[in-house]
T-cell receptor, first 108, second 116 residues
Framework: DAKTTQPPSMDCAEGRAANLPCNHS???????VYWYRQIHSQGPQYIIH???NNETNEMASLIITEDRKSSTLILPHATLRDTAVYYC?????????FGAGTILRVKS | DTGVSQDPRHKITKRGQNVTFRCDPI?????LYWYRQTLGQGPEFLTY????????KSRLLSDRFSAERPKGSFSTLEIQRTEQGDSAMYLC??????????????FGPGTRLTVT
């Protein structure tokens, strides 16, 4: 299964953009990149996903490199409520394989 | 759309007892997944259903675990003869799968099991 590598933690100032990187060098051509986040003691929350093209929704933007070996999740204006564990996942078959994720701390 | 719901939210049981959890997916969603999450780790896949058919089970799902989705709607996860190592958050997710498309999974709030 394709694995992802994320930094264990990041800090971001409130109101600034948070850029969360993810490496997935073994991704295959038809595998999607998904981002989820998990706020303490809650179930994971879907954020965004993409295959090749950059994607944007009301929560975030996803930038995928041309070779698809890495991606960046962008939260354009981070708030304190965005403090969470962010998981970058390459879809494997019919299930999500979660890694350890990145703990994002948004600070005022 | 009321989201995925799980019941109970918390369960404390003694070692050796049986427990059953329920998950109600988002209506119209044809796939339902169970995951388990221990402290400090990401969720781990246990099993999933397409309608009422259980299509995949993880090696994590020992013989003491059984899951059902009898009418393709809600699902139950039963753990028999619980052990302390079963203490975890049990998460349910659902998705609407259309052939050839991508699909996001929507998670419930989880059931936290503590085995004493």
């Amino acid at each position: 299964d394709a694995k992802t590598t994320q930094p264990p933690s990041m800090d971001c100032a409130e109101g600034r953009a948070a850029n969360l990187p993810c490496n997935h060098s073994t991704i295959s051509g038809n595998e999607y990149v998904y981002w989820y986040r998990q706020i303490h003691s809650q179930g994971p929350q879907y954020i965004i996903h993409g295959l090749k093209n950059n994607e944007t929704n009301e929560m975030a933007s996803l930038i995928i490199t041309e070779d698809r070996k890495s991606s960046t999740l962008i939260l354009p204006h981070a708030t304190l409520r965005d403090t969470a564990v962010y998981y970058c996942i390459v879809e494997y078959g019919n299930k999500l394989v979660f890694g350890a994720g990145t703990i994002l701390r948004v600070k005022s | 759309d009321t989201g995925v719901s799980q019941d109970p939210r918390h369960k404390i049981t003694k070692r050796g007892q049986n427990v059953t959890f329920r998950c109600d997916p988002i209506s119209e969603h044809n796939r339902l997944y169970w995951y388990r999450q221990t402290l400090g780790q990401g969720p781990e896949f246990l099993t999933y259903f397409q309608n009422e058919a259980q299509l995949e089970k993880s090696r994590l799902l020992s013989d003491r675990f059984s899951a059902e989705r009898p009418k393709g709607s809600f699902s139950t996860l039963e753990i028999q003869r619980t052990e302390q190592g079963d203490s975890a958050m049990y998460l349910c997710a659902s998705s609407l799968v259309v052939t050839g498309g991508s699909y996001e999974q929507y998670f419930g709030p989880g059931t936290r099991l503590t085995v004493t």
